[in-house]
């Protein structure tokens, strides 16, 4: 069969869209790739790459990421209160990946070197930015694509990478099945070296009201940011949670048994957000498929969403090649590529996180003690911490990702009502 004459659309310019984009136009696949905003996005996000998202990046040219990321080997829990009660160090995974550190790097900092790959060694791969996806028609041959201006794009598929609000998720009639925290997330950031108190460049913190994430990211470069995110009422206007003496006073709380002297802090960034767990029921539909936020979304600990979103882009680029360019048939692609990602979604990122959201903020006191007790045992046994670690790091989940086939059984449902 010939190759399709007409192009992949992918739909936002965020880390799915630009490692979808680059890794099917590597492959030779022709691609469109359009973006509403009239460059790539720049806000505190993600910022934490786990070993399998790294050597993916690494192989599609982002190698740069090494140089210019904070390798974080060991990660914390701590109790507000009593310091820490847990670390894992990924040394004890260093067989299983030439990577055993998290990678810590700004999302805006990874993405500029994906458009660079595109520009640089995809000529097949055309970016247009400030011109999204409006409308998108499927007309059983091809795809028929509205842009933001009115101007009409024909393609051979279409992928909506385009975030939470996806159109493309819409297009297929696709729920977003979950729900959303009570709690919004605030986001504030220092140049205070947290490391000198004894933080590891990752940590989380638990407590039942104070409960925090702590990540050390390079900026600009040394010494960095410390990103601390801790959870503030949703109803609260934001010109209140986000004045500067609120952020101290709750900073003052989330490290007060920490020696933070949080007077010296200079607050650098400051940003909030809601925190969403959904899962699209269905990921595909004739010649439409989703991927990355537009597909699934989970709160921010454990740092599992965009390694979620590039694991996709990679895992569907694999399938979509060989029916762009062979004419394999694009059903049985997409439905091998949902088989593999979303239940993997669903029983590990959407678990992983609730489980440590929960461990986080568990409010009574004796559960607390018995989750933190249990988690502690678990990092001092190295037969244990191994393979906790083998599930944290996502190594786990992309294994079993790559074992499903069209014949194994679909076994996780997700009804969105864990924590409901
Ligand atoms: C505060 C915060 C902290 C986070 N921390 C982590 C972390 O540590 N680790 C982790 O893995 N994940 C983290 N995440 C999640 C992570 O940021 C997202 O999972 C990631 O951005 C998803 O990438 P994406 O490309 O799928 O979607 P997005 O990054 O949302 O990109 C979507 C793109 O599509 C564009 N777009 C939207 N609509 C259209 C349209 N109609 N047409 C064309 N373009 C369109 C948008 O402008 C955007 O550029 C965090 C998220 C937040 C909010």
Redesign the pocket.
């Known amino acids: 069969m010939p190759r399709n004459s007409l192009p992949v659309i992918v739909?936002?310019?965020?880390?799915?869209?630009l490692a979808t984009a680059l890794s099917l136009g590597l492959k030779g696949v022709d691609v469109v790739l359009?973006?509403?905003?009239p460059g790539?996005?720049i806000d505190?996000?993600?910022?934490?790459f786990h070993p399998p998202t790294t050597e993916m990046l690494v192989s599609l040219g982002c190698a740069a990421m090494l140089e210019k990321g904070i390798k974080v080997p060991v990660w914390q829990i701590r109790d507000r209160v009593d310091g820490v009660i847990a670390e894992f160090d990924l040394s004890l995974v260093a067989d299983e990946t030439p990577y055993p550190f998290r990678l810590h790097l700004e999302?805006h900092r990874l993405t500029p070197m994906l458009l660079e790959n595109i520009r640089a060694r995809t000529p097949n791969v055309k970016v247009i930015f400030s011109n999204?996806?409006?409308s998108v028609e499927d007309r059983g041959t091809h795809v028929a694509v509205t842009l933001d201006d009115g101007t009409g794009l024909d393609g051979a598929f279409m992928i909506g990478?385009?975030?939470?609000?996806s159109?493309v998720r819409n297009a297929i009639q696709s729920k977003f099945v979950g729900f959303t925290w009570p709690e919004k997330?605030l986001?504030a950031s220092t140049t205070f070296d947290l490391g000198k108190l004894g933080f590891s460049g990752a940590g989380y913190i638990a407590d039942p009201v104070n409960f925090a994430a702590v990540?050390h990211v390079p900026d600009e470069g040394p010494p960095g940011l410390w990103r601390i995110?801790y959870p503030i009422d949703p109803e609260a206007p934001d010109d209140e949670v986000m004045a500067e003496g609120e952020i101290r006073a709750r900073l003052k709380l989330v490290m007060e048994y920490s020696g933070a002297d949080i007077d010296s802090f200079d607050l650098v960034y400051k940003?909030t957000?809601k925190v969403h767990q959904r899962v699209a029921d269905k990921w595909h539909g004739g010649r439409m498929v989703i991927?990355?936020?537009?597909a699934h979304?989970n709160n921010?600990f454990g740092?599992?969403?965009?390694?979620?979103?590039v694991h996709d882009a990679v895992n569907l680029a694999e399938k979509l090649a060989p029916v762009w360019l062979a004419g394999k048939d694009h059903v049985e692609a997409f439905t091998l590529y949902e088989r593999q990602r979303r239940p993997v979604n669903i029983k590990s990122v959407q678990a992983m996180s609730i489980r440590n959201k929960r461990l986080l903020e568990e409010r009574d006191p004796q559960v607390r003690k018995q989750r933190q007790a249990e988690i502690g045992a678990i990092a001092r046994d190295p037969v244990k911490a191994r393979a906790f670690l083998m599930e944290t790091s996502m190594i786990d989940s992309v294994r079993k990702a790559a074992a499903i086939t069209l014949e194994t059984p679909v076994e996780a449902d997700w009804s969105g009502e864990e924590a409901a």
């Open positions: 739909a936002g310019a965020g880390p799915s869209g359009v973006e509403r905003e790539l996005t505190l996000r993600a910022g934490s999302q999204g996806l409006k990478c385009e975030g939470a609000r159109i997330l986001v990540f995110a940003s957000y991927a990355g936020d537009a979304l921010p740092g599992l969403g965009l390694n979620g979103g």
